[in-house]
């Protein structure tokens, strides 16, 4: 399926410390986005990378695109206690323009 | 900053009831779109509406889903025959481009449908 898969699932970090999460898809897209959820709550979009874009910077957020091997990355440095949350990826598909969400990465930062 | 609302953003119905959730997308878009959400559960589209009418939809938006814009600001989600495995929080987006055209959503806070 078009779908991200983030892993892992669950991360557990020290305020200060760095976080990456993974999504991996495994059709073609348009563009692939990440979006945040805290507990909850709505879906907060963070940042979006066109399939031609291999790398985009958003503040304390990095996010690259690899599409040969497709699969993201979302770094978020210098984390805080309110980076707390859940984050997803979705990708948009370039023929009908289908988006899907994947499981979500649920980050704890501890301070 | 503008943003999506909806409302309410708790329901709770009886199965079989049809209920209605309430969008107001930010005021220049021209794309909408209903997500939803089963508790611990991944973000599913559902439907995506432009120029009035429905552009697509998942397999989930059967015929006990539809979607209108009543008036200019309002877009909503009906629900005419709920069941219980209906629940979830639903989620309304917009953006101004088509998402293929590598357009941000902004999404509401969600209403969470509870059927008992």
């Known amino acids: 399926s078009q779908q991200g898969e983030e892993d892992p699932q669950a991360l557990s970090i020290q305020e200060g410390e760095n976080a990456t999460m993974n999504c991996s898809y495994k059709?073609?897209?348009?563009?692939l986005q990440w979006y945040r959820q805290n507990s909850g709550r709505g879906l907060v979009h963070l940042i979006l990378i066109r399939s031609n874009e291999r790398e985009k910077h958003s503040g304390r957020l990095r996010v690259t695109l690899d599409t040969s091997k497709k699969s993201s990355s979302l770094l978020i440095t210098a984390s805080r206690a309110a980076d707390t949350a859940s984050y997803f990826c979705?990708?948009?598909?370039?023929?009908?323009?289908?988006?899907?969400f994947g499981a979500g990465t649920r980050l704890t930062v501890k301070p | 900053e503008p943003e999506v609302t909806q409302t309410p953003s708790h329901q709770v119905t009886q199965m079989g009831q049809e209920v209605i959730l309430r969008c107001v997308p930010i005021s220049n878009h021209l794309y909408f779109y209903w997500y939803r959400q089963i508790l611990g559960q991944k973000v599913e589209f559902l439907v995506s509406f432009y120029n009035n009418e429905i552009s697509e939809k998942s397999e989930i938006f059967d015929d006990q889903f539809s979607v209108e814009r009543p008036d200019g600001s309002n877009f909503t989600l009906k629900i005419r025959s709920t069941k219980l495995e209906d629940s979830a929080m639903y989620f309304c987006?917009?953006?101004?481009?088509?998402?293929?055209?590598?357009?941000?959503?902004?999404f509401g806070p969600g209403t969470r449908l509870t059927v008992l």
């Open positions: 987006a917009s953006s101004a481009r088509d998402r293929g055209l590598a357009d941000t959503q902004y």
């Open positions: 979705a990708t948009v598909a370039p023929y009908n323009n289908d988006m899907r």
């Open positions: 059709t073609s897209i348009n563009n």
